[in-house]
């Protein structure tokens, strides 16, 4: 059997995260079969201790790290290898929101690299679901500085300086490191972000963690990290039926949104990456190299970059399409 064929479309086990602000949707809706105060599925990582083992195929059983040292740029594409070695570069989830999340932001790779030799945390969102008056906290309500900022922090009332952004299902928001932000109660949605786990925490609604104690605060961290500036978070993109919307654009990775009514060819020998397939609507099949994998609603497929050319059967669904341009 040659490495060509060994290769298809892997599916992964869903790595549960349970957090203080968790709730039960991952379970409800996607079938997580998590426990209670589930607020995360991460869905592809390797994230050192949350490395993605593969659930199908003849490979079921293999973590993300050894498929990437066996099979290389057949696997990841060529030009990724060059820039990431055997790191795969980026961590998708799903995310539920409860309660709302704490106030956050994160470095970007400079200052990642040199307080926490690990990547930055440049995100993007990808609206699933949004209870009525649902929203997120996004940058600032006003021209901010840093000694306003201080503060307002300094007497708890982080939140009255907050942008509250509404949100309905299909926005899209990209988040730059040192954007202030917070995902609100009632949200669910999809992540896709470089490969990091840092995150300074500057405001946690006076809660207490899972624990039963204060969750930690990042005060001195995140000064030197935030963005004073207006963020420009919301992405603007067309939904144009069977063919790819470019949702995002940046240096880490690129995001089309593909909502299919049919059959559909799609073409990737101009892509020198893996490409990753976040099912966010209706289900289908993905086949190449005599593989047919089926995927659904709340399932993420990973397609190796020797892949040229993917047949995705549907008759509804709607796919967000990820790779490192």
């Not at 928001?173 to 992540?191: D, K, N, S, Y």
Request: glycine letters at 6%; charged letters at 30%; aromatic letters at 10%.
């Amino acid at each position: 059997m040659t490495e060509d064929n060994i290769l298809y479309p892997f599916k992964f086990e869903p790595i549960l995260q349970e957090k203080v602000w968790g709730g039960d949707k991952l379970n409800a809706y996607f079938n997580k079969k998590g426990k209670e105060n589930i607020g995360e599925s991460w869905e592809l990582s390797g994230v050192k201790g949350f490395v993605s083992v593969v659930e199908n195929g003849i490979l079921k059983g293999m973590d993300l790290n050894r498929l990437i040292e066996t099979f290389g740029a057949r696997l990841m594409g060529e030009k990724v290898i060059e820039e990431f070695g055997n790191t795969f570069p980026l961590l998708f989830k799903f995310i539920d929101a409860r309660e709302d999340l704490s106030v956050q932001l994160h470095p970007d790779d400079t200052l990642a690299k040199k307080r926490h030799n690990s990547f930055g945390k440049t995100e993007m969102w990808y609206i699933l679901d949004a209870e009525k008056e649902a929203r997120l906290l996004m940058g600032f309500n006003r021209n901010m500085d840093e000694a306003t900022y201080l503060r307002y922090l300094s007497e708890n009332k982080l939140p009255d300086i907050l942008h509250s952004e509404p949100v309905t299902i299909g926005d899209s928001f990209f988040i730059a490191p040192g954007t202030v932000h917070a995902i609100g109660a009632g949200v669910m949605l999809a992540e896709i972000q470089q490969t990091s786990d840092i995150t300074y925490r500057i405001y946690d609604w006076d809660r207490l963690g899972l624990d039963g104690k204060e969750r930690e605060l990042h005060t001195d961290l995140a000064l030197k990290a935030i963005n004073f500036k207006d963020p420009d978070t919301r992405l603007e993109y067309d939904k144009i039926e069977n063919t790819p919307n470019l949702i995002c654009r940046s240096p880490y990775f690129e995001t089309n949104q593909l909502q299919l009514s049919k059959k559909h060819q799609r073409d990737l020998s101009d892509i020198d990456s893996f490409v990753v397939y976040m099912c966010v609507e209706g289900e289908g099949a993905f086949s190449f190299s005599d593989e047919i994998v089926s995927i659904k609603k709340g399932e993420t497929i990973l397609i190796p970059a020797f892949a040229n050319k993917l047949e995705i059967n549907t008759r509804s669904a709607t796919f967000l399409e990820v790779f490192i341009p």
